[in-house]
């Protein structure tokens, strides 16, 4: 009785999106971002204190989804299977079980713990030196 590694995923245990709306999705947001972006340069000046407030909302953001890859990295760790049960993944992904699973998990922890301190640092010196 072995582990099945690359095991598709399904609707039972998993929520799963289309790739194609997933990928619409990602194409609009990133639109949005790119036309908010360009709507505020040019109708505000780059000494106004929203850039200070965008750049501090940048660093908070990046340090939350730091933060979020550690409880989504400790949950892999926890089920031994990446991605863990009853979480949003696309329907192209496979599921990994096993010792894989867990080392993978260790690696997102890492990772998650290394990008939300550098964003924690980058906002406390942006704070203390430019604003």
């Known amino acids: 009785m072995g582990v099945r590694y690359n095991m598709k995923v399904s609707a039972e245990n998993f929520k799963v999106i289309p790739l194609k709306k997933a990928l619409i999705f990602y194409c609009i947001l990133i ?33 939350c989804i730091g933060i979020a890859s550690l409880f989504y990295g400790f949950k892999i760790v926890k ?10 993944v696309l329907s192209n992904w496979r599921v990994i079980s096993g010792k894989k699973a867990y080392w993978s998990g260790w690696v997102i922890v890492f990772c998650g713990a290394f990008v ?14 430019f604003v």
């Open 31 to 63: 639109g949005c971002a790119l036309l908010s972006y360009q709507i505020l340069k040019l109708n505000i000046s780059q000494n106004h204190f929203v850039w200070d407030l965008l750049v501090i909302l940048f660093f908070i953001l990046m340090a």
């Open 79 to 88: 089920c031994m299977q990446s991605p863990p049960p009853n979480t949003w």
């Open 116 to 129: 939300s301190f550098a964003f924690i640092f980058q906002l406390i010196v942006y704070i203390k030196y």
